[in-house]
């Protein structure tokens, strides 16, 4: 998996547990857990985060190992992709998003009653399929109750509120962006954000083209 994405997961996992995680105890994990592809390591910690109570027991890198072994059980097609890759305009062949999305880090009932719910913001990063090829077979499970249950424009996304770039590469502070945003902000930032190409393709689609 990317390094970038271990550090922002296992941040999410130890804020759930109330635990802080140390420089040698990262590198522990990571030295375990660094061969999990990104798509499988989101889903481990998600069914991890649904199991462990919040302030509950950090799991262990051999728990995560076994959850790894769980889900490819699960998804044997994701570890053996069947389906060939073709051209795609929208997705440029991956078959998937990667998205940053603003969420609460506690259950919003978790809050201290008079804090500022914004406070309590942050970005997150996850992977959507696009609805405009069959790439996303490549990456997502193909059986089962985890087939995805939606399928994403580029367009369909920055309607969403998300972005389609790390909104820490323009100093985008988790607190001083807003929840919400409408569909002109997030075109203008989208704008801003993507090369020459994406902007024409997006501006095409919003003139309706
Ligand atoms: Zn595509």
Same mark, same amino acid.
Request: aromatic share 12%; glycine share 4%.
């Given at each position: ?9 296992? =941040?999410?996992? =130890?804020?759930?547990?109330? *635990?802080?995680? /140390? ?8 030295? $375990?857990?660094? *061969?999990?592809?990104? +798509? $499988? ?11 462990? %109570?919040? #302030? ?17 059980? =699960? ?12 051209? @795609?305009?929208? @997705? ?16 919003? !009932?978790?809050?201290? %009653? ?7 913001? #942050? ?6 399929? @696009? ?9 997502? %499970?193909? +059986?089962? %109750? ?24 323009? !100093?985008? /502070? ?6 919400? +945003?409408?569909? /002109?902000?997030?075109?203008?930032? $989208?704008?801003?954000?993507?090369? =020459? ?9 919003? /003139?309706?083209?």
């Amino acid at each position: 998996m990317t390094y970038d994405l271990f550090i922002e997961l296992t =941040a999410k996992l =130890a804020r759930w547990c109330n *635990k802080n995680l /140390n420089d040698t105890q990262r590198e522990i994990y990571w030295e $375990a857990i660094k *061969k999990i592809p990104d +798509k $499988a390591f989101e889903d481990i910690i998600d069914t991890l985060i649904g199991e462990i %109570p919040p #302030s509950g027991k950090l799991p262990k890198p051999d728990d995560i190992s076994l959850q790894w072994f769980y889900w490819r059980q =699960a998804h044997p097609d994701s570890v053996t992709p069947e389906y060939k890759q073709t051209w @795609c305009n929208e @997705c440029d062949g991956d078959g998937i998003f990667s998205v940053w999305y603003q969420d609460y880090i506690v259950p919003k !009932n978790q809050i201290p %009653p008079g804090k500022d719910p914004d406070k309590f913001i #942050s970005w997150y990063r996850m992977f959507v399929p @696009c609805s405009k090829c069959q790439n996303w077979k490549r990456q997502f %499970p193909t +059986k089962g %109750p985890c087939r995805p249950k939606r399928f994403y424009t580029r367009l369909d996304i920055l309607s969403m509120g998300w972005r389609l770039t790390d909104p820490c590469f323009d !100093n985008k /502070n988790k607190l001083q962006t807003p929840l919400k +945003k409408d569909l /002109n902000q997030l075109v203008d930032i $989208a704008v801003n954000d993507m090369d =020459a190409e994406l902007l024409r393709i997006e501006k095409e689609v919003l /003139n309706g083209k």
